[in-house]
């Protein structure tokens, strides 16, 4: 699977928006710790909120050369270890509500560019 471009939902890009300004990091890289903080969390459900008014990413900017490891990685956390081949489409919005779950919880943890280097040090 290889994406082009991503759109993460209306209410996710307000949030992102907030986070940068807190922490002083640009939302491709808020994106990037949401997603990675929401899998740690584990597998998610649910519906994703409407993204025909959220902010599109390029999806090289959102995911740099890491994108194979990362699907493999969204792979691993929704589906377990056993080979699977989900549809595309599933997976992109698996996805959106990981962002979005990562993104409610970068929320509350990241209210200054200290907290930023503290998380991304591994303290936080």
Not at 87 to 111: A, M
Request: charged content about 25%.
């Amino acid at each position: 699977m290889h994406i082009n471009k991503f759109r993460i939902s209306s209410t996710a890009t307000g949030q992102v928006r907030i986070i940068s300004q807190r922490s002083g990091l640009t939302p491709n890289l808020v994106c990037r710790m949401a997603m990675l903080s929401s899998f740690e969390s584990g597998p998610i459900s649910g519906a994703a909120d409407d993204t025909s008014e959220g902010q599109e990413f390029n999806a090289y900017t959102l995911f740099g050369d890491f994108q194979p490891l990362l699907i493999d990685l969204l792979r691993y956390v929704e589906f377990g270890p056993e080979v699977s081949e989900p549809d595309d489409n599933d997976l992109l919005e698996r996805l959106r509500l990981h962002i979005d779950r990562g993104v409610r919880q970068l929320s509350v943890r990241l209210k200054s560019p200290a907290d930023a280097a503290e998380l991304i040090a591994g303290s936080a």
